[in-house]
C-alpha cells in the first residue's frame, strides 16, 4: 500500500497488516483492537487505514 507521507518521510496512515506488523501482533488483534474503539479505522480514498499517530499512542503506552 502506498502510504501517504506526514512530515519527514513517516507514513500519516498504516493498513491493519501494517499495523499488525509494527505492533507485533496478528491482523485479529488489530480488528478487536479497532471494535473495542483502542484504535480508530479510517476511509482514505477508498480504504480503510489506521492514522499513524494513533498507533505511535499505542506503542507510547497511551492506548486510550
Do not use: C, N
Not at 483492537?33 to 480504504?47: D, F, M, Q, T
Request: hydrophobic letters at 45%.
Amino acid at each position: 500500500m502506498k502510504k501517504t507521507t506526514h512530515g519527514a518521510g513517516h507514513p500519516a496512515f498504516y493498513s491493519v497488516a501494517d499495523a499488525a506488523w509494527i505492533l507485533g501482533v496478528d491482523r485479529d488483534q488489530i480488528h478487536r483492537a479497532i471494535r473495542l474503539g483502542v484504535l480508530p479505522l479510517v476511509r482514505r480514498r477508498s480504504r480503510l487505514v489506521i492514522p499513524a499517530a494513533a498507533l505511535r499512542r499505542v506503542l507510547d503506552g497511551g492506548a486510550r
